[in-house]
């Protein structure tokens, strides 16, 4: 079985410029959900979805970070523009149970944006 | 708002030897998970303590939960050099809703 995947793997971008992450979960997982990572610092919420529904989106930064989940499948993640404190790995992680049900969440490797 | 802290932040032991990682946290939780990231990789759970169990075991790891202290502690046993990771604790609780809450984890290296 196929586990949580996520493009591009690293991600080197200029101030203003715009950048679009993508997952693709497990098969059958309805909770998606997105995290980052600013340097080596706790891994922060972005936002949950559950199938195509955004369940929570309280950890989103700001207006400047969009994610969708069309179809409920894969999700992306667009940043525009772009500024440098958006630095950082993105993960992504999806689970058959949200988390708040004892749901074990399935990560992939990180998308590492690098905002110069 | 971080909810969990692991502590030491940076842990250094030679093969063979026991390794000890905290997790404090701060609100009450209905269940703490520890995960591993190599470096370069996703995070792969390890095990899952719910907050009416004070000790759970899966191999060389064990992990213990005092909810009165709001602490949690992973133990490797007999470590290798391939535990070198960086290990996370993570709570779901009431306040946090449907999601895991990180800590900035603690980073093991084990020397052969």
């Known amino acids: 079985e196929a586990g949580v995947t996520q493009f591009p793997s690293h991600s080197v971008i200029e101030k203003g410029q715009t950048v679009t992450l993508r997952c693709d979960p497990i098969s059958g997982h309805d909770n998606l959900y997105w995290y980052r990572r600013v340097m080596g610092k706790e891994i922060k919420f972005l936002l949950h979805f559950v199938k195509e529904s955004k369940q929570d989106e309280s950890g989103m930064p700001n207006n400047r970070f969009l994610a969708e989940r069309t179809g409920g499948t894969y999700s992306t993640l667009k940043v525009q523009p772009a500024e440098l404190e958006d630095s950082g790995v993105y993960f992504c992680a999806s689970s058959p149970r949200a988390a708040g049900e004892t749901g074990e969440l399935f990560f992939g490797e990180g998308s590492r944006l690098t905002v110069l | 708002s971080q909810q969990g802290e692991e502590d030491p932040q940076a842990l250094s032991i030679q093969e063979g030897e026991n390794a000890t990682m905290n997790c404090s946290y701060k609100t009450s939780i209905n269940n703490l998970q520890w995960y591993r990231q190599n470096s370069g990789r996703g995070l792969v759970h390890l095990i899952l303590i719910r907050s009416n169990e004070r000790e759970k075991h899966s191999g060389r790891l064990r992990v213990t939960l005092d909810t009165s202290k709001k602490s949690s502690s992973l133990l490797i046993t007999a470590s290798r050099a391939a535990d070198t990771a960086s290990y996370f604790c993570?709570?779901?609780?009431?306040?946090?809703?449907?999601?895991?809450?990180f800590g900035a984890g603690t980073i093991l290296r084990v020397k052969s």
């Open positions: 993570a709570t779901d609780g009431l306040e946090y809703g449907n999601k895991l809450v």
